[in-house]
């Protein structure tokens, strides 16, 4: 945040006067204020980059539009405020549109008025860095390595298109199962773009009835439908020169898909029940769990629409293709949840290690994270075990064959499986498989099989 001093420059001619208003400014030692006569005096000294300039409207040199024009043209930053000897509402009206802050008439209370004028510029401008420094919090917060941890070859290519889709305004197209953080990367995207200081508005289409969907994209006016009491702007107006994250774009109902297009085309929308077009300059990022090839040859989506979105396409591979990216993320969030709870840090053990890495994680990322949180409070010491980490029975079955493995391995991952459903039976997974029990026995003496 800003510590210089808060300057004031005051150009007045009236000597007397202005020093009237320097001594009543002074009173805030906060302020480091200085005095002009004329123009051309504080055009010379407008390297100095003041906070404030009071102008007054009638100088011997030039009026003060004519100065307030030059201070915009050259240092837009700056707040000035207007004193006129005058009340003439149709020339105060017009310099508040050119840019003034604030137009006082002189008399014995302007001294005031100036003080309690500059309390506001101040804390306006208190607010706007504020919002700054936040900004660049964010921006750091969605740098590209804190978004995406690892260092496998298929990130390191993630990578460098993040890079690319930051460098222009191209529609980038994410691609990836659930939970692989897609939104993650729309994010670091818009803030390392230009249009970072402008909004970024995700919208989850699958998320929105069918009914609704037009009218929370484009918006509507009073009266369009009913409960329709005022107008309401859409997404994308409120995404007016930032980005629009329309994630689950495949589930889009293909009777809107080709509004869409002709917005994405036109860059302009109507909102429902109205007839006025209303420009809009939105960054496009889309994502999606599908392959939108597929949808398009099976009729679900508009081949013209897909080849709209395509853009810059960024596949992110699934947990199970980013190898030792796996015990690099669990100790991330191992880490991170030690510290947001208090905890003392732990490791994983061999084991609990080659069990992660043994594991097709078809919930990726977020499946893992809640697997190591909860490990970190199942584990009894500062070392994770392999017991304490615990897969989904349903995600298990469902991704047995995720994979090309050894016959050995797909065994030991179906017997895995029985013995987790089963609560770790042996007597009665042996029945259920039709095999020896001694055969689970011998594979969980050779750390093949995990049982509790």
Not at 70 to 96: C, F, M
Request: cysteine-free; glycine content about 6%.
């Amino acid at each position: 945040m800003k510590n210089s001093p808060f300057k004031i420059f005051i150009l007045d001619d009236d000597v007397w006067y202005s020093e009237l208003l320097e001594y009543h400014l002074s009173l805030n030692p906060d302020y480091e204020l200085k005095k002009f006569h004329s123009a051309k005096d504080l055009f010379a000294n407008l390297h100095e980059a003041p906070d404030v300039v009071t102008v007054d409207y009638s100088l011997p040199d030039q009026n003060g539009g004519e100065v307030l024009k030059k201070l915009k043209a050259r240092t837009p930053e700056t707040q000035v405020v207007i004193i006129s000897g005058q009340e003439d509402i149709a020339t105060a009206v017009n310099l508040l549109k050119q840019g003034a802050y604030d137009y006082l008439v002189k008399d014995e209370d302007t001294p005031e008025r100036l003080w309690n004028t500059i309390q506001k510029i101040r804390e306006t401008a208190s607010l706007r860095e504020e919002i700054n420094h936040l900004r660049e919090e964010i921006g750091q917060r969605y740098d590209f390595s804190n978004v995406i941890i690892g260092n496998s070859p298929a990130i390191k290519k993630v990578f460098t298109l993040m890079d690319k889709g930051t460098r222009t305004n191209i529609t980038v197209s994410i691609n990836g199962e659930t939970g692989t953080g897609k939104e993650l990367v729309a994010k670091a995207i818009h803030y390392n773009s230009l249009r970072k200081k402008h909004p970024y508005v995700a919208v989850n289409v699958a998320a929105i009835p069918k009914e609704l969907i037009e009218s929370e994209l484009f918006g509507h006016e009073k009266g369009a439908f009913t409960g329709a009491t005022a107008r309401r702007i859409g997404k994308f107006e409120e995404a007016n020169r930032g980005t629009i994250f329309l994630d689950e774009i495949g589930e889009l109902d293909i009777s809107l898909q080709a509004k869409l297009l002709r917005v994405l085309q036109e860059r302009e929308i109507t909102r429902v029940g109205g007839n006025s077009v209303v420009p809009v300059d939105a960054r496009i990022i889309v994502a999606t769990h599908k392959n939108l090839a597929e949808e398009v040859q099976k009729g679900t989506f508009r081949e013209d629409l897909y080849y709209r979105l395509l853009g810059l396409p960024i596949h992110l591979p699934p947990l199970r293709e980013r190898g030792s990216d796996i015990l690099v993320l669990a100790r991330h969030f191992m880490d991170g949840f030690a510290k947001e709870n208090k905890m003392p840090r732990k490791s994983l053990s061999t084991a609990a290690q080659e069990k992660l890495l043994s594991y097709p994680f078809p919930g990726n990322v977020r499946e893992l994270r809640a697997l190591v949180e909860l490990a970190m409070v199942l584990a009894d010491d500062d070392v994770v075990q392999a017991e304490d980490i615990n897969f989904s029975v349903t995600n298990n079955s469902k991704d047995l064959l995720s994979k090309e493995e050894t016959l050995k391995t797909y065994t030991t991952r179906i017997i895995q499986y029985f013995l987790d459903k089963y609560d770790h039976n042996v007597l009665l997974v042996a029945d259920k498989l039709d095999i020896g029990k001694s055969t689970i026995y011998r594979m969980i003496q050779n750390n093949e099989l995990h049982i509790k």
